[in-house]
């Protein structure tokens, strides 16, 4: 197969729908498209329960809040397995803030805190772009310190996806 | 530019190849590298200016990733005054036996103080695999030593930033001149603290829209850079400046993106770090070991049993029993991070001489060689003693 023959047939995406996209991308709001009733983790919860909801359920990341619903953290796959296999961790991660929480009992201990977070009126456009750039799977959605959604890679597609027809 | 091209790439090369051996051996690649420079200095390297100062970026890094990726603020906060009262006691009996060995052997008094301080801290990071190995993690010795090593490396940097003052004079300073440091360095955390809290997370807020490549990465490395030129501006060390940065930069949530840390974390663990790590192998002068083969004997033996025994007083204080206080003595042994960079200052401000160099070097490898092997059997006696324990 040639080169020409890969790329033929279809015109550029980006040339003329690309554009029309970006327009339409910039009218929505992350409220209109993120997750509003996400599955959260409590401050206090305990370590077991947090590896039986990874068992259960299959999220990436989830995110940690206090009894006001303010946002802590979150723990995501990478911290469970690494907690699950603490001694197959590279050594140079054996750092003792790896050891501190792998010995946390609750969710604060373990959780990665100050995550990345955005606001509910941020537009669709952005948020895509800081994906793209900064290689961001997802973000926690916060107004005035309250977890109010979440929005992650495979939504921020679909809602672009929906805005072509 | 041909000749430095060729010496970064064998001693990178080398440095890269001896940590893969030293890690498949079970000890840590910093043991590797180290002896890739001694093999190299030994052999063809010829230390020149410009792998000096790459060292010095890669010691520059290495206290700021410690400060960036591993120091939580908020642990500071959550240890427990117990904690402090065992680190007080391990840190201050190995800094005595330090500077006393030192005088000992009438060195001077900054080159004493100096390597009193080298011999303060420690490296938690090379006793992990063993406390995890053993199922000790989780004892009480175990988080007590986690804690303790929060406490360390704080203290580490204040010793290092007093010693570093006080070669600048070349004698203690008077109290004026002691006052003036202290208000230095609390000045220089004041507005590392401002900028960490109020300027840095807008200054992220911004980075992360513009439009060039790797922004928020570069911001990181400015910031590094940024902290160190600082600190040498209040005549403190770039490497106390980078720390402290790095410790600003771990609160604010885009700096450490994951895939910015890990960018940060490729710079330092697998360039500057292991050339920093080199360049100290290739400073060792064997010859220096030999001249003074007892003070070398010493200077690992000391250090070794300052830290055991202050570690086994200090547990004991807090009301451990002697297993456990022996557990926690041999757990906070090993040097392997600040130490070197500490001696590798000393060296560059002309303050210590190839012998207490190259002693201390020793020392760090013996360390941690040592440490896991004698934790390990602490920790085996410590079991031994609960079996034989009659039940009920």
Not at chain 2, 44 to 63: N, P, Q, R, Y
Not at chain 2, 217 to 238: P, R, W
């Given at each position: 197969m040639t080169v020409e023959g890969e790329f033929s047939g279809r015109q550029p995406f980006f040339e003329e729908e690309g554009l029309d996209l970006e327009e339409k991308c910039k009218d929505v709001l992350v409220r209109d498209i993120m997750i509003t009733d996400p599955v959260t983790i409590k401050g206090e919860d305990h370590v077991e329960k947090i590896f039986d909801l990874f068992n259960k359920e299959h999220f990436h990341t989830y995110p940690v809040v206090d009894e006001n619903g303010d946002l802590l953290g979150i723990i995501d796959q990478n911290t469970i397995l690494q907690l699950l296999l603490t001694r197959r961790v590279s050594r140079l991660d054996h750092t003792h803030l790896m050891a501190v929480r792998s010995l946390s009992q609750s969710a604060r201990g373990i959780m990665i805190p100050h995550p990345v977070t955005i606001t509910s009126d941020m537009t669709l456009c952005e948020i895509a772009e800081t994906m793209i750039k900064h290689k961001v799977e997802r973000f926690c959605v916060v107004d005035e310190k309250k977890l109010v959604g979440i929005v992650c890679k495979s939504d921020v597609i679909q809602a672009i996806y929906s805005s072509r027809s | 530019m041909m000749e430095f091209l060729f010496q970064i790439l064998v001693i990178l090369l080398a440095a890269r190849l001896l940590s893969e051996v030293s890690e498949r051996v079970g000890m840590p690649g910093i043991l590797g590298e180290i002896l890739a420079g001694?093999?190299?200095?030994?052999?063809?390297?010829?230390?020149?200016?410009?792998?000096?100062?790459?060292?010095?970026?890669?010691?520059?890094?290495?206290?700021?990733?410690?400060?960036?990726?591993?120091?939580?603020?908020?642990?500071?906060?959550?240890?427990?005054?117990?904690?402090?009262?065992?680190?007080?006691?391990?840190?201050?009996?190995?800094?005595?036996?330090?500077?006393?060995?030192?005088?000992?052997?009438?060195?001077?008094?900054?080159?004493?103080?100096?390597?009193?301080?080298?011999?303060?801290?420690?490296?938690?990071?090379?006793?992990?695999?063993?406390?995890?190995?053993?199922?000790?993690?989780?004892?009480?010795?175990?988080?007590?030593?986690?804690?303790?090593?929060?406490?360390?490396?704080?203290?580490?940097?204040?010793?290092?930033?007093?010693?570093?003052?006080?070669?600048?004079?070349?004698?203690?300073?008077?109290?004026?001149?002691?006052?003036?440091?202290?208000?230095?360095?609390?000045?220089?955390?004041?507005?590392?603290?401002?900028?960490?809290?109020?300027?840095?997370?807008?200054?992220?807020?911004?980075?992360?829209?513009?439009?060039?490549?790797?922004?928020?990465?570069?911001?990181?490395?400015?910031?590094?850079?940024?902290?160190?030129?600082?600190?040498?501006?209040?005549?403190?060390?770039?490497?106390?400046?980078?720390?402290?940065g790095g410790v600003m930069l771990s609160n604010v949530p885009v700096a450490k993106i994951n895939d910015i840390q890990s960018k940060v974390s490729g710079l330092a663990y697998g360039i500057l770090v292991p050339i920093f790590f080199a360049h100290i192998g290739m400073a060792v002068e064997l010859e220096a070991l030999n001249t003074l083969g007892s003070f070398t004997i010493l200077v690992v033996v000391l250090a070794l049993l300052g830290k055991l025994i202050g570690g086994f007083v200090g547990a004991k204080a807090i009301g451990f029993d002697s297993y456990e206080s022996f557990i926690f003595g041999s757990g906070v042994m090993p040097r392997a991070g600040v130490e070197l960079v500490v001696i590798s200052i000393g060296r560059e401000m002309g303050i210590i001489g190839d012998e207490i160099f190259s002693a201390v070097v020793l020392m760090v490898a013996v360390s941690i060689i040592i440490s896991p092997i004698i934790l390990k059997f602490a920790i085996q006696k410590d079991k031994q003693k609960d079996t034989s324990t009659p039940v009920g």
């Open positions: - | 001694l093999l190299l200095g030994l052999l063809i390297v010829e230390e020149t200016e410009a792998i000096a100062s790459v060292a010095e970026l890669g010691a520059i890094f290495l206290l700021f990733t410690a400060g960036y990726k591993e120091v939580h603020i908020e642990d500071l906060k959550a240890s427990s005054k117990k904690a402090i009262v065992a680190t007080f006691f391990q840190i201050a009996a190995a800094f005595v036996a330090g500077f006393a060995l030192g005088r000992f052997f009438e060195f001077g008094f900054v080159e004493s103080l100096f390597l009193a301080v080298a011999f303060s801290p420690t490296s938690i990071g090379v006793v992990v695999k063993t406390l995890l190995d053993m199922g000790y993690l989780s004892s009480k010795p175990g988080s007590m030593m986690l804690t303790s090593a929060i406490f360390d490396d704080i203290i580490g940097i204040f010793l290092l930033s007093i010693v570093v003052t006080v070669g600048k004079y070349n004698a203690f300073p008077t109290a004026t001149q002691f006052m003036l440091l202290l208000g230095k360095l609390v000045f220089f955390i004041g507005i590392m603290v401002i900028l960490g809290y109020r300027v840095f997370p807008y200054i992220f807020n911004y980075v992360q829209k513009m439009h060039s490549k790797e922004s928020i990465f570069a911001a990181v490395v400015l910031i590094a850079l940024f902290s160190a030129y600082f600190a040498e501006i209040m005549e403190l060390d770039a490497v106390i400046g980078a720390f402290i």
